[in-house]
């Protein structure tokens, strides 16, 4: 009943910016926790940045300081937003996010995937 859309990602050249969103719909009460995860070419999934209700963030050490996780509690929709970016980079960027969701009156918990979009960042 909850579900994850990924959009914003393409080609982009080394040194470029691109801005991931990932919208969530859905029966929701609550949302804890979003994330994102890359999987590059050969290489495992790996958490790229987490972000909680109360505003605490996380990120990959390979990410510091070029990404950022943010999020629109209207929505409610998370970011990320990359600067600065590298071939290694390239991936496919799935978000994930966890909470309540259903009646108030009785609350169901969730943990939900997105189908996930491409970044390729190459010259």
């Known amino acids: 009943q909850v579900r994850l859309v990924e959009s914003g990602g393409g080609l982009v050249q080394p040194g470029g910016s691109l801005r991931l969103s990932c919208a969530a719909s859905?029966?929701?009460?609550?949302?804890?926790?979003m994330a994102w995860y890359r999987q590059g070419p050969g290489k495992q999934r790996e958490v790229v940045a987490t972000?909680?209700?109360?505003?605490?963030?996380t990120y990959a050490d390979s990410v510091k300081g070029r990404f950022t996780i943010s999020r629109d509690n209207a929505e409610p929709t998370v970011y990320l937003h990359m600067n600065s970016l590298k071939p290694e980079d390239t991936a496919v960027y799935y978000c994930?996010?966890?909470?309540?969701?259903?009646?108030?009156?009785?609350?169901?918990?969730?943990?939900?995937w997105g189908q996930g979009t491409q970044v390729t960042v190459s010259s």
């Open positions: 994930n996010a966890n909470g309540l969701y259903g009646e108030e009156s009785d609350p169901k918990v969730f943990g939900s």
């Open positions: 859905g029966n929701i009460i609550t949302i804890d926790a």
């Open positions: 972000l909680t209700s109360r505003g605490k963030t």
